[in-house]
T-cell receptor, first 112, second 114 residues
């Protein structure tokens, strides 16, 4: 059974810092891994999707990497800003299923 | 482009009442799903559908019913509400034919059962 873990559960950093969020999964047979942002009281917004054949994806100040063999993904946020404060979730689509399995998220606070 | 639309946004139910959460998408996506989000537990899959007329259970299906009569709509029915069903419910959709396709979420429905 696929399990997805995100550590830490919460993170507080000063503005301008570069930071890394971690996501690990137990079954390496995946179709893709997706990172989401969730603001309080809102739905999930997709940030980056990495297919199983890819190693990384970039969008602006965000870079996500995937290492299937070790069951790990990282989301790198460069030059963090207060507007980056939100909960970040990763989700894995396991091969042979239609089901996304989510981690419990990392709640990020960027201090001005 | 409306994307994924959920109604209602907020609802309070009494124990034992039934209700339907509505979900509609206008992107012609084959795959639709319902998740619930509870503190400390992340999102858990309730039911999903890979096309009109086809539904299947997720991780936590008990107490919920779904149907998929059209590509656009995927309602979630609570048969007899219980306090344990107090949660935030999210509907999602994606084009299922390609692993590179993003999953899109609605804004959520906040349900309280008293």
């Amino acid at each position: 059974k696929q399990e997805v873990t995100q550590i830490p559960a919460a993170l507080s950093v000063p503005e301008g810092e570069n930071l890394v969020l971690n996501c690990s999964f137990t079954d390496s047979a995946i179709y893709n891994l997706q990172w989401f942002r969730q603001d309080p009281g809102k739905g999930l917004t997709s940030l980056l999707l990495i297919q199983s054949s890819q190693r990384e994806q970039t969008s602006g100040r965000l870079n996500a990497s995937l290492d299937k063999s070790s069951g790990r993904s990282t989301l790198y946020i460069a030059a963090s800003q207060p507007g980056d404060s939100a909960t970040y979730l990763c989700a894995v689509l396991t091969s042979g299923t239609y089901k996304y399995i989510f981690g419990t998220g990392t709640r990020l606070k960027v201090l001005a | 482009n409306a994307g994924v639309t959920q109604t209602p946004k907020f609802q309070v139910l009494k124990t034992g009442q039934s209700m339907t959460l509505q979900c509609a998408q206008d992107m012609n996506h084959e795959y639709m799903s319902w998740y619930r989000q509870d503190p400390g537990m992340g999102l858990r899959l309730i039911h999903y559908s890979v096309g009109a007329g086809i539904t299947d259970q997720g991780e936590v299906p008990n107490g919920y019913n779904v149907s998929r009569s059209t590509t656009e709509d995927f309602p979630l029915r609570l048969l007899s509400a219980a306090p344990s069903q107090t949660s935030v419910y999210f509907c999602a959709s994606r084009r299922s034919s390609d692993a590179g396709n993003t999953i899109y979420f609605g804004e959520g429905s906040w349900l309280t059962v008293v």
